[in-house]
């Protein structure tokens, strides 16, 4: 038993010093595209939060919002996360589903606020602005 639990732990460890030593190696990467994508999923569980909190964000867009961020953080994948580069394209993908949906329901400049990466990147995954009809 006792090593069963040592084994535990020393596995628990390694994970920690691998997710360690991702994030240091995000961190380097140049500006660019490769470092968007690194900072992607991070971005958008901080965006999560935030917008999860935020009262002028309506409770259906908090349900898809709060779920997309469930299926990031589930041990589950349609694609198993160590087959490189595709691994976590269905977080990606769910996740950037649900920022799309969350834009159609809430105000731009609040997503905007809550996201904290590049503009740029939320910008083109909500597409262009959508424009209101004019009152009579």
Known sequence: MRQWLVGLGVGFALL????ALLILAARLLPPGIARDLAAFIPDCVTTVRRL???PRVPRRA???IIAAGIWVASPIDLIPE???VIGPLDDIIVVALALR???RQVPRDVLLAAWPGDPRLMERLLGAPRELPPEP
């Open 82 to 84: 160590f087959l490189p």
């Open 16 to 19: 920690l010093l691998s997710w």
């Open 101 to 103: 949906y969350a834009g």
């Open 52 to 54: 999860r909190k935020d």
């Open 62 to 64: 908090k349900i898809a």
